[in-house]
């Protein structure tokens, strides 16, 4: 996340890194996408001539670029965008979905993927934002038992509305507790750290069971909270996930057509471009689900 100083450094780019939309122009040479798709569009840039472009892992490039950084984003009419970072969406995924697969929804995709989540898993969520949210959506689709952590009641609802099975606001409640009462003691078998907050990344650690696996996404404090210590008698494997690569993108899509997913429940705010100052001081507020930008 950009402070203001960070966000006045980048001069006049436009912001925003979560493009979807169809396609207006197509350049010369473009042959794999058409005038009129639907695209979802994949926010990192690469040279495209490493090993890590080759794999798909853009974001890992040395010469990475996000759009709404260092490359004008999508907060705008129009984009311009790389023909291999557009990815079709069928008319079945919504636009708003596309947007969260390009980010929020890609992210927690990654770290469901990486955890394996599969039928009858419980699976804790600590910190309910969009990808939190996400994540919950994600993991009820492949079958989890889910139990969502966070401290606004209103991100509580958003996640029962989603298919939480059960939510704890660790503030009036413990999560630890709360999530071994969940399980029968047992503590969760997997889990997702979306908060980034000292306090979630060290409950994650006490609610695990044996054997239990964690990834971590959520990025904030920086004090060092994990002793290794505790996590060698329990066998505990813990991760850390970033976005996702390029070619992962490609089976989101098709897993959120299959599967039904939808984000839409944890959209709270919608705005017109028009509207631009008043939804990020609404969204900086920390008081909402996830705040998107549409045209008509």
Request: aromatic share 8%.
């Amino acid at each position: 996340r950009m402070n203001k100083e960070q966000a006045k450094s980048r001069g006049d780019r436009v912001p925003g890194h979560e493009p979807c939309g169809i396609i207006d122009i197509i350049g010369h040479g473009v042959k794999k996408v058409k005038e009129g798709d639907r695209v979802t569009v994949y926010h990192y840039l690469g040279c495209g001539h490493c090993d890590q472009c080759a794999s798909g892992n853009l974001m890992w490039c040395r010469e990475a670029r996000g759009y709404g950084g260092p490359v004008d984003g999508s907060h705008a009419d129009y984009v311009i965008a790389d023909e291999r970072n557009c990815v079709p969406i069928p008319d079945s995924v919504s636009f708003i979905d596309g947007a969260f697969i390009a980010c929020p929804g890609g992210t927690a995709f990654s770290s469901m993927k990486k955890l394996d989540v599969k039928a009858g898993n419980t699976v804790a969520v600590f910190g309910l934002g969009p990808v939190g949210l996400s994540g919950v959506a994600i993991a009820k689709a492949m079958g989890g038992k889910v139990i969502g952590i966070d401290i606004l009641d209103l991100r509580l609802d958003l996640a029962k509305s989603i298919g939480a099975d059960e939510v704890v606001n660790a503030k009036n409640d413990n999560p630890v507790d709360a999530i071994r009462n969940f399980t029968n003691g047992k503590g969760a078998m997997l889990a997702f750290e979306a908060s980034g907050s000292t306090q979630g990344r060290t409950d994650i650690i006490h609610s695990l069971s044996r054997g239990g696996k964690a990834v971590f996404v959520g990025v904030g404090s920086n004090e060092n909270v994990i002793n290794p210590s505790q996590i060698i008698g329990s066998q505990l494997t813990l991760m850390g996930s970033f976005v996702l690569p390029l070619w992962l993108t490609w089976e989101m899509v098709g897993f959120v057509n299959s599967q039904k997913v939808s984000f839409e429940k944890a959209v709270t705010h919608r705005f017109s471009i028009d509207d631009a100052p008043l939804a990020y001081k609404i969204f900086d507020e920390g008081q909402t689900g996830k705040a998107v930008f549409e045209w008509n």
